[in-house]
């Protein structure tokens, strides 16, 4: 018996790996917060200089993992290069030479592998070059002579690529116009991948500013530039990925450019979307380092919070690992990002020191998922996708994995299910979509066949007669139903029985309690296509406030304007023609909801038209009734329609200052009891 329960107690541990991890593991939900998930990547190994055959690793400024399976490493105050196998062993070094004589790029801060060449910067000397396996260095990219290119700057460049034609690309530090390029013969053609002035409102009004002002005035007023790239890297289709440190509105810090300079990655903030991760002290995102792996996959190494941001093809965040602090697998001052393998290397400068990772079990499905869901692949993806489920019933990426190789076999139903957990719209739409075509081929017989029926029990001889003959009656309504249907589409005939009626406030409380409840319908049933709202955090209090309180603070408006403008209606009168105003646009919200569980993304332009008609209905009944209680003008009575609004804001300003001062005096008190406690009670 005690041996099986020190079984159990030993089965219940989590494993070493996950314990070594100084981090938690984490994903992002469908609202953008931080839930549990399991780790992703564990610290290895921690290499230091000694291993490396160095004194420090202060003057390591690039590391590369190159095509001929040597470790290339770049170190600044010599200008050499050396070279390492898988298992960081030394293999020699690269000294650098020009025409025979020794031309070491002292203070190179970056350098690129391609067919046997190196590509290095020299700032030192202005230049960059190309130069071959044993160091000969055969070409040099100079700063560029033409009328485009600024005089009133140093060149100096701090990083370089070139892609599969030859093509070369250069950062240069202090230039805003984008990386400058050359042919592969050195000659300069241009630039590539500008970046774009973040719009706010401060840009906006100083180029207001500057539009009115002369051109003395102007030179004296704040210059605005693209953010100038901090690193970048390319992939095997050309396609080339920059960083930048920060951003104006934290928008574009990564990008991916074509061979036309645009970029193709969605227009979002980068980095952690939420600040309330606990164990992440800093929030803010500066990029140093970013790295395109085999398969479409790309990682951003992020100085502020230490952490490696890992992406699909398409931009959307899988997973992230590392931190700031001093165990192994975080960070001090990480500053460069290299794959090896499938294994990262992180140097930290700070800690002279470089963690290697490796990805989990978990970690791993996720990026075979992904390499096969980056290619296409998805029935290739589903295994690995179901495996992640196993490990993580919440990750939204495996439900839309899986979700999109049923839709590869035909199985749109349960690719609608599966799209819902993942809580993916548009890709729910598209198997809704073939889903309801399939439906309609079915039921297209059934349909038309009812259609028929209730177009012809409509038309019948006796009901159209009973329509005319009640449309020709202008006599008064028999009941309280009937006058409000009256009211509703004849306002000016009908809405004095309502207002005389003795059940008017029972009619207003009842419509105002079907208000409520059509909003919670609304809120809760919505189609998943269109509802934004978060169930689990559903709140009667949310529902209130639109709601009765709008509607409260509307009537007391009114009621005090109609005094002051020597209006006729009651306090009872301006209820109840609120009350039944609201008709229409309840009607719409019943509608809405209903048919929003049938209708395609593209398709809400008709629940747009649905409200827009319906709460411009309510608009004209609203003013008609108030019109009439008040005895007012067509005229007066908006006048008072736009008062009453200005007051309600005014209202809502005064509510918040009184809320502000009583947090602050319940404050107050809470702290002088607390410190009168102290002194009594010590």
């Given at each position: 018996m005690l041996a099986a329960a020190l079984l159990f107690l030993l089965l219940s541990f989590p494993s070493v790996k996950a314990a070594e991890a100084p981090y938690s593991g984490y994903q992002y939900n469908a609202f953008e917060t931080a839930v549990p998930a399991p780790v992703t990547f564990t610290a290895d190994s921690i290499i230091t200089p000694a291993n490396l055959q160095m004194e420090s690793f202060a003057d390591v400024t690039d590391i590369i993992a190159g095509e001929d399976g040597l470790i290339h490493v770049l170190k600044s105050d010599t200008g050499e290069v050396y070279r390492y196998d898988r298992d960081f062993k030394l293999v020699d070094a690269v000294r650098f030479s020009e025409d025979g004589k020794e031309s070491a790029p002292v203070g190179a801060t970056g350098m690129f592998l391609r067919e046997g060449y190196y590509y290095i910067v020299d700032p030192q000397r202005f230049r960059s070059v190309k130069a071959d396996r044993d160091g000969n260095i055969v070409m040099q990219f100079l700063r560029p002579e033409s009328n485009i290119v600024s005089t009133d700057y140093e060149f100096l460049p701090s990083k370089i690529l070139t892609d599969s034609q030859g093509i070369v690309y250069v950062i240069v530090k202090g230039m805003y116009d984008g990386a400058v390029t050359y042919t592969k013969d050195g000659e300069f053609i241009g630039y590539f991948g500008s970046g774009n002035v973040p719009l706010t409102a401060k840009v906006l009004f100083d180029y207001f500013w500057k539009g009115l002002l002369n051109q003395s005035a102007r030179s004296h007023m704040l210059r605005y530039v693209p953010i100038e790239f901090v690193n970048f890297d390319i992939d095997?289709?050309?396609?080339?990925?920059?960083?930048?440190?920060?951003?104006?509105?934290?928008?574009?810090?990564?990008?991916?450019?074509?061979?036309?300079?645009?970029?193709?990655?969605?227009?979002?903030?980068?980095?952690?979307?939420?600040?309330?991760?606990?164990?992440?002290?800093?929030?803010?995102?500066?990029?140093?380092?970013?790295?395109?792996?085999?398969?479409?996959?790309?990682?951003?190494?992020?100085?502020?919070?230490?952490?490696?941001?890992?992406?699909?093809?398409?931009?959307?965040?899988?997973?992230?690992?590392?931190?700031?602090?001093?165990?192994?697998?975080?960070?001090?001052?990480?500053?460069?990002?290299?794959?090896?393998?499938?294994?990262?290397?992180?140097?930290?400068?700070?800690?002279?020191?470089?963690?290697?990772?490796?990805?989990?079990?978990?970690?791993?499905?996720?990026?075979?998922?992904?390499?096969?869901?980056?290619?296409?692949?998805?029935?290739?993806?589903?295994?690995?996708?179901?495996?992640?489920?196993?490990?993580?019933?919440?990750?939204?990426?495996?439900?839309?994995?899986?979700?999109?190789?049923?839709?590869?076999?035909?199985?749109?139903?349960?690719?609608?299910?599966?799209?819902?957990?993942?809580?993916?719209?548009?890709?729910?739409?598209?198997?809704?979509?073939?889903?309801?075509?399939?439906?309609?081929?079915?039921?297209?017989?059934?349909?038309?066949?009812?259609?028929?029926?209730?177009?012809?029990?409509?038309?019948?001889?006796?009901?159209?007669?009973?329509?005319?003959?009640?449309?020709?009656?202008?006599?008064?309504?028999?009941?309280?139903?009937?006058?409000?249907?009256?009211?509703?589409?004849?306002?000016?005939?009908?809405?004095?029985?309502?207002?005389?009626?003795?059940?008017?406030?029972?009619?207003?409380?009842?419509?105002?309690?079907?208000?409520?409840?059509?909003?919670?319908?609304?809120?809760?049933?919505?189609?998943?296509?269109?509802?934004?709202?978060?169930?689990?955090?559903?709140?009667?209090?949310?529902?209130?406030?639109?709601?009765?309180?709008?509607?409260?603070?509307?009537?007391?408006?009114?009621?005090?304007?109609?005094?002051?403008?020597?209006?006729?209606?009651?306090?009872?009168?301006?209820?109840?023609?609120?009350?039944?105003?609201?008709?229409?646009?309840?009607?719409?919200?019943?509608?809405?909801?209903v048919i929003s569980n049938i209708l395609l993304i593209g398709e809400g332009v008709f629940i747009n038209f649905i409200a827009v008609v319906c709460t411009s209905w309510s608009a004209v009944l609203l003013i008609s009734g108030l019109k009439k209680i008040h005895e007012f003008t067509v005229l007066k009575t908006l006048f008072m329609f736009v008062c009453t609004i200005a007051g309600m804001a005014l209202m809502a300003f005064v509510g918040l200052l009184a809320w502000s001062l009583f947090q602050q005096v319940g404050g107050f008190v809470s702290t002088v009891f607390d410190e009168v406690s102290l002194m009594l009670f010590g």
């Open positions: 095997s289709k050309d396609f080339i990925y920059t960083v930048t440190s920060h951003t104006e509105n934290l928008q574009n810090q990564i990008q991916c450019f074509n061979a036309q300079s645009t970029n193709i990655l969605p227009d979002r903030a980068y980095g952690e979307s939420d600040a309330s991760l606990v164990f992440n002290p800093y929030h803010g995102t500066a990029f140093m380092d970013i790295k395109v792996l085999p398969g479409g996959m790309f990682a951003a190494l992020d100085s502020q919070s230490g952490r490696v941001l890992l992406y699909n093809k398409d931009g959307e965040w899988m997973t992230s690992f590392g931190g700031i602090g001093v165990r192994q697998g975080l960070f001090l001052q990480p500053m460069i990002l290299e794959n090896v393998d499938g294994r990262f290397l992180v140097l930290d400068q700070k800690q002279d020191q470089i963690t290697v990772f490796s990805p989990t079990r978990y970690g791993k499905n996720i990026l075979n998922a992904v390499d096969f869901y980056n290619k296409g692949d998805y029935a290739g993806s589903k295994s690995y996708w179901e495996d992640v489920l196993k490990q993580n019933g919440n990750c939204s990426a495996a439900y839309v994995g899986i979700g999109k190789a049923l839709m590869g076999e035909g199985e749109y139903g349960k690719a609608m299910e599966y799209f819902k957990l993942g809580k993916n719209q548009p890709e729910y739409s598209n198997a809704f979509e073939s889903y309801r075509k399939v439906l309609m081929r079915r039921m297209i017989v059934p349909f038309l066949a009812v259609l028929t029926a209730v177009i012809l029990l409509i038309l019948r001889p006796g009901r159209r007669k009973a329509f005319v003959s009640s449309r020709s009656r202008h006599v008064r309504p028999k009941n309280l139903f009937e006058g409000v249907k009256r009211a509703v589409f004849h306002p000016n005939e009908s809405f004095d029985y309502v207002l005389e009626s003795r059940s008017a406030p029972i009619l207003s409380s009842g419509i105002l309690l079907f208000w409520v409840f059509s909003t919670i319908l609304q809120w809760l049933y919505t189609g998943f296509v269109f509802n934004l709202n978060e169930i689990e955090r559903f709140n009667i209090f949310d529902i209130l406030m639109p709601t009765l309180v709008v509607f409260a603070v509307f009537c007391i408006c009114n009621w005090l304007l109609s005094a002051m403008l020597s209006g006729s209606g009651k306090m009872k009168d301006i209820i109840t023609v609120c009350a039944v105003s609201l008709l229409p646009f309840i009607a719409s919200l019943l509608i809405s909801t």
